[in-house]
C-alpha cells in the first residue's frame, strides 16, 4: 500500500512558479514510476509528467515541455514538479499518481488533489 501526499500549490501570477511535491508511505516508493496529473473544470484527468523508478527517464506533456520538471527522491520518498513559467491554462487540481508497471494505462495509487490556479 502507498499513501500520495501532495503540497506546494496555491496561488500565483501568470509567469511566476511553483514547486509540487508529493510525499510517498511504504517501503515500496523507489519501484513505482510516478506522474503528475491534472484536471482542470470541465475536462477531463490527463498526465503532465512522468519519472521512472530510477529517475533516469521522463515524459513530458507538450503543453508543459520546456515549463516544467518532474524529478524524484527515493531516499526520502517524495517525488517534485516544478512549474515555471505558469500560464492561466495551467490552472488545475494536479494529481499525484503512482504506477508500478509505468504504463499508466492503470493507476495504481492517487494522491487527494492539490489546487494550482495562476491569475492574469
Known amino acids: 500500500q502507498v499513501q500520495l501526499v501532495e503540497s506546494g500549490g496555491g496561488l500565483v501570477q501568470a509567469g511566476g512558479s511553483l514547486r509540487l511535491s508529493c510525499a510517498a508511505s511504504g517501503r515500496t516508493f523507489s519501484t513505482y514510476a510516478m506522474g503528475w496529473f491534472r484536471q482542470a473544470p470541465g475536462k477531463a484527468r490527463g498526465l503532465v509528467a512522468a519519472i521512472n523508478w530510477s529517475g533516469g527517464s521522463t515524459h513530458y506533456s507538450n503543453s508543459v515541455k520546456g515549463r516544467f520538471t518532474i524529478s524524484r527522491d527515493n531516499a526520502k520518498n517524495t517525488v517534485f514538479l516544478q512549474m515555471n513559467s505558469l500560464k492561466p491554462d495551467d490552472t488545475a487540481i494536479y494529481y499525484c499518481?503512482?504506477?508500478?508497471?509505468?504504463?499508466?494505462?492503470?493507476?495504481?495509487?492517487w494522491g487527494q488533489g492539490i489546487q494550482v490556479t495562476v491569475s492574469s
Open positions: 499518481a503512482a504506477d508500478l508497471g509505468g504504463t499508466w494505462s492503470e493507476v495504481d495509487y
